[in-house]
């Protein structure tokens, strides 16, 4: 199975050595979303997991376990996040710079293929103007487009409680264009993630962040591995198991959907044990905890094509 680390919080960047204790005791529990008294208990071992995939702003915490972890026999790759806004939307990640010299190093110890550049959410507004952006998306692949192998972008979303509101297709199918110009320049694909829009005409393909076949390089077998249709209907991602928990994130960004409220992302984050089996605090007693159905998803299918 692959192991998703984590859409719901920064684990590589605020909880770097509780990951490292799970892999060590080869398990973690994960409480449902929706229902605290729902845990499942998901086996961590090279036996069970395929890949690890990394989401965040700011790897560079992670950066000291990275041999360990191969030592342990674990594929991974970074879906690294950089933005070009400032204290205003990220007032607790690292700038621009820092975060591109942080993915050059990365990318250069790892492999530029297990390095994906993530450009979003894209808010265009008075002060971060589509000019704006295209200036900045532009530095950016001048000084990344060596350090991976795809780029990809999504518009900000509304949900309950946003400040920001969705753009309208015009304005998308606009800085699409724009930053297709750029990315072409650099010979850098770009890539949708879960927009509704089609982009194909302007050169923008849909994506998939956890993406079949870039496991299937970076593991090196086929993967029988479907649709994960517990996410949007525009995700094109495969199936995975995620380890996060919501509202734990302190980073603060003002246009989050997985943390609502800074303050209780900083409270819940006191509550934080490096040694605990559970991300936040510890399991109270009235909880009931399923181990999760855990294997490789490994094809061992022998397919005709192989041989022609």
């Not at 734990?248 to 409220?261: E, P």
């Amino acid at each position: 199975m692959i192991i998703s680390a984590s859409r719901r919080t920064d684990i590589p960047a605020l909880y770097p050595e509780w990951f490292m204790n799970r892999l060590l005791a080869e398990e973690v529990l994960v409480p449902n979303p929706y229902n605290r008294k729902k845990v499942s208990r998901i086996k961590l071992t090279p036996a069970t997991v395929d890949c690890f995939v990394f989401w965040t702003k700011n790897p560079e915490p992670l950066l000291p376990s990275l041999k360990k972890i191969d030592l342990l026999g674990y594929p991974y790759y970074f879906e690294m996040t950089i933005t070009d806004y400032r204290d205003d939307l990220e007032p607790n990640v690292p700038s621009t710079e820092e975060a591109m010299a942080t993915f050059m190093l990365l990318s250069e110890r790892i492999g530029r293929e297990r390095m994906d550049l993530r450009f979003d959410p894209i808010i265009i507004n008075e002060k971060y103007t589509l000019d704006y952006h295209l200036e900045q998306f532009e530095m950016m692949c001048d000084w990344l487009h060596a350090y991976t192998d795809r780029c990809i972008i999504s518009f900000v979303d509304y949900y309950r409680g946003s400040p920001f509101v969705e753009l309208e297709t015009e304005d998308m199918i606009e800085a699409a264009k724009g930053l297709v110009k750029i990315a072409d320049k650099y010979r850098l694909p770009l890539y949708t993630c879960a927009e509704k829009v089609d982009l194909r005409p302007y050169g923008v393909r849909p994506g998939a962040c956890i993406d079949r076949k870039k496991v299937e390089n970076i593991v090196g077998y086929r993967l029988d591995a479907k649709r994960d249709r517990r996410q949007r209907k525009a995700c094109g991602c495969v199936e995975s198991i995620d380890i996060g928990t919501y509202g734990t994130c302190t980073h603060g960004c003002r246009y989050c959907y997985a943390t609502g409220n800074p303050d209780s992302a900083k409270r819940r984050y006191e509550l934080h044990d490096v040694n605990s089996p559970m991300l936040i605090g510890s399991l109270k007693g009235d909880e009931a905890v399923t181990d999760r159905r855990m294997q490789l998803q490994r094809d061992d299918q022998i397919s005709i094509f192989e041989f022609l």
